[in-house]
């Protein structure tokens, strides 16, 4: 990615998350959105954060290309965020299961 | 989480309460930081306009998906991954208007700039304060996230070229992306939005540019909206009636 190219991400990227994060405090602060709006909007987190997931893991190498090592610690990470509720413990036991696995094969 | 009976922990500019309540939300976030600052070094982005999106656009998840979606996917798919995963910024921002339309101008426009979910998830809870107070457990709050955040990132990144290959630390986003999407399910719809989402991102694999993302996105949100409609529909049709009056 060119500099230049990188600075309009980075410059779209700063400038939307700022209206995101401040739009409805500085335009709307005494009105309400609709009720099915707002539920709406609770569920973009998990959706999008669940499309990035698969993504980043099979990547453009295709689904017949993904580690064993990968999928297994993916699992094992998710059951660890899971039963832990902090994402510490995801990162150590999902690189800890990589190495071990790494490790054996 | 700690509550004084009127809401308030004494005078000064920090508030010790919101120093207090942020330590356990904080600290799951540095290691977060780090793995950021690790994908720093390995962007396709140059690596000082990858750093800044610490300090400029201060989102976790966003930059991580920047800086790794940068140099694999077009310009503009990687703006819309950033600003999609961050529209969930709106409703921290609908939720926290009424109580931000107290405090001075100054606050109004560079509070938000913050409100991240962290800060969001303490904030909330602290709506019943009087403006000054509210603004400086609030401040309190967010700027030590952000200076914590400021220093872990570039740790990483100084970190990250010392680490060798064979630890993969490659696979570290995709780990931590699974994390926080388990993190951000609290209802069944989230779920089903979550999984539909997950499924239609793999389904659509091929896409160029990585639009898989956004098409999975969409139809996360959609079949989570639909999945609502049901549960509520069904929560009203299990509901007992009033007994009806016998007609005379």
Known sequence: MST???LVALACGAIGTYFARSGLILLLADRALPASVERALQNVGPAVLAALTINLAVGSRGLGEVEFIEVAALIVAGLVTVWRRNLIWTFVVGMATIW?????? | MTETPHGTTGRG???RQALTDIIPLAIPAI????????????????????WLTAPLIFAGAAQLAMITLAGAASLWAVITAV???NIRHVMYSAALAPTFRKQPRWMRRVGPFLLVDQTFALASLQTHRAPADFRRYYLTVAVTLYAVWN????????VGPVVPESWRLDLAPPIMFAGLTLLAIKKIPAAVAAMVG???SLATIDLRDRLGIAVGAIAGVIAGAI?????????????PRPPQEPLR
Do not use: K, Y
Not at chain 1, 100 to 105: P, Y
């Open chain 2, 198 to 200: 997950g499924f239609v």
């Open chain 2, 151 to 158: 220093v872990v990132v570039p740790l990483g990144m100084l």
């Open chain 1, 4 to 6: 230049t190219a990188a």
């Open chain 2, 31 to 50: 290691p977060f930081g780090f793995i950021v600052g690790l994908a720093v070094t390995e962007s396709a982005m140059p690596q000082w306009v990858a």
């Open chain 2, 13 to 15: 500019i920090v508030d």
């Open chain 2, 83 to 85: 600003l999609v995963i």
């Open chain 1, 100 to 105: 071990m696995l790494g490790a054996l094969t």
């Open chain 2, 227 to 239: 999945a609502e409609q049901i549960i509520e529909r069904r929560a009203c049709t299990a509901r």
